[in-house]
């Protein structure tokens, strides 16, 4: 839900900061309405790449690095010596 909130909250005030400089007499309450319009059909792709960010963020961030085995050196000093 985070990072579909702030793909979906970028998206929507770039439209409409991009309709407002386009159309500078345009109305701010119907710029942000022709935004969210715009904005309605791409709400799956915008949920799907969302989820790919989450999914990216929990593997690198929260799943602790492989560790190697600690009894690996003294197996290799046992078979040595």
Known sequence: MYASYFLGAGRLIMTNLLLTALW???NPYLATAIAVMLYLPLIPMIFRYSRVIWMH????????PERE???SDRR????KG
């Open 24 to 26: 500078p007499a345009l």
């Open 57 to 64: 963020i929990d593997t690198v961030a929260f799943l602790p």
């Open 69 to 71: 085995d600690p009894t």
């Open 76 to 79: 290799d000093l046992c078979e």
